[in-house]
């Protein structure tokens, strides 16, 4: 089955520097990538996707890039600010099949 | 508007006191989920309904039961709660597993807490 394994653990940023997290994969058939947002207490929420026909995507200061050779994909935030404070999962996906999630990353981003 | 919406979002039990948790949507989706997550970890898939198909993770415990009455409304029920299924329940949607529309759309949690 699959499995996704995403770096770093935590990372702090000062605000205005970028934050970059890495996910890979290990099944070659997945084919939707989606980054989730959570913040303390609250459910995740969808920021950005990547499907596998798409080598990068933007959208803001977030941008998703995907090497299917490699099998990895990065989430990237430009010009940090406090409010994207929280922990991000990284999930890849099997069309038909469930999600599989990476453990997550708590990004502190500090003023 | 609130599209996937989860209550109680703070429930609190008795250990081995029956507990059931609600989750209703308004996009209409065919396919509702329910999630474990414990703290400082990654959403656990427990189970799935593509409309009134069941479909149980192999290691969700048999304590864990779930109904879906309709499209709107799908249900957790723990039948014997322990202090190991404290923990953030989570209900997500996605429109359909068919075709390729996979985005999943999470509600806001319910934490639940076993005294």
């Known amino acids: 089955g699959e499995n996704v394994e995403q770096h770093p653990s935590t990372l702090s940023v000062q605000e205005g520097d970028s934050a970059v997290i890495k996910c890979t994969y290990s099944d070659s058939a997945s084919n939707y990538f989606p980054w989730y947002k959570q913040e303390l207490g609250k459910g995740p929420q969808l920021i950005i996707d990547i499907r596998s026909n798409v080598g990068e995507k933007k959208d803001q200061r977030i941008a998703v890039t995907l090497n299917k050779t490699a099998k990895h994909f990065s989430l990237h935030i430009t010009e940090t600010q406090p409010e994207d404070s929280a922990v991000y999962f990284c999930a890849a996906n099997n069309y038909g099949q469930n999600f599989v999630f990476g453990p997550g990353t708590r990004l502190s981003v500090l003023p | ?115």
């Open chain 2, 1 to 115: 508007d609130a599209m996937v919406i989860q209550n109680p979002r703070y429930q609190v039990t008795q250990f081995g006191k029956p507990v059931t948790l609600s989750c209703s949507q308004t996009l209409n989706h065919n396919v509702m989920y329910w999630y474990q997550q414990k703290s400082s970890q990654a959403p656990k898939l427990l189970f799935h309904y593509y409309d009134k198909d069941f479909n149980n993770e192999a290691d969700t415990p048999d304590n864990f039961q779930s109904r879906r009455p309709n499209t709107s409304f799908c249900f957790l029920d723990i039948r014997s709660p322990g202090l190991g299924d404290a923990a953030m329940y989570l209900c997500a949607t996605s429109r359909d597993q068919r075709p390729r529309e996979e985005t999943q759309y999470f509600g806001p949690g319910t934490r639940l807490l076993v005294l």
